[in-house]
Structure formats: structure tokens, C-alpha cells
Nanobody
């Protein structure tokens, strides 16, 4: 079955960096687009970034543009999110998502906390 497992979250100071990973299994990773979402306490989940199956096309929310980079390694079935210049408002649970044959799949999420 489709499984997505995020890792790489943690506590970081403002201005710091983190790299999130999302390990995928149970489907042909290389033919599906992938996305990163986040949900902060008391807020709705929001799209952070998405990437096409080949990695040739990407999209970023305005709030992270220029600071975050989404990428993928289809040989390793892994999605990444490089987060630089982190701000306290980036604090949230980050989850990866894919849509396989009309069904949405989410990982369990990884907590990112930006605080001094």
C-alpha cells in the first residue's frame, strides 16, 4: 500500500535551516506529482510547495518563495524540502502528500519549530 514517511523536523533558531525528507513506497513514485503541506496550531493546513513527477516544474507559496526549495530523487523514491532562513511563523507540522489514481495519501507529518 501507499506509504509516505516524513523525517528531518526539529527545533531550529530563526534564520536557521532544516531539510525535510519524505520516503515513499507502495507506488511508482516517479510518475506522480508530490506536494508539501504544513499546518500551524490553530490554523488551516496550507500548501507550501509542489513538484511535478520529473522535477521539472515547481510551485511555491508566496510565504516561502526564495527560502524553501522542493526537490525529489526518483531513484531513491524520496521527496525533499530544503528550508532556509526559517522564521517563527514557519513553525508547523509538515506533511507530504500525493494523489495516486484519485486517492489522496498523506504522511504522518514532522514537527518543525522555529524559536530562539
Amino acid at each position: 500500500q501507499v506509504q509516505l514517511a516524513e523525517s528531518g523536523g526539529g527545533l531550529v533558531q530563526p534564520g536557521g535551516s532544516l531539510r525535510l525528507s519524505c520516503a515513499a513506497s507502495g507506488f511508482t513514485f516517479s510518475i506522480y506529482n508530490m506536494s508539501w503541506y504544513r499546518q500551524a496550531p490553530g490554523k488551516e493546513r496550507e500548501l507550501v510547495a509542489k513538484i511535478s513527477n520529473t522535477g521539472g516544474a515547481t510551485y511555491y507559496a508566496d510565504s516561502v518563495k526564495g527560502r524553501f526549495t522542493i526537490s525529489r530523487d526518483n531513484a531513491k523514491n524520496t521527496l525533499y524540502l530544503q528550508m532556509n532562513s526559517l522564521k517563527p511563523e514557519d513553525t508547523a507540522v509538515y506533511s507530504c502528500r500525493t494523489n495516486v489514481l484519485g486517492n489522496l495519501y498523506w504522511g504522518q507529518g514532522t514537527q518543525v519549530t522555529v524559536s530562539s
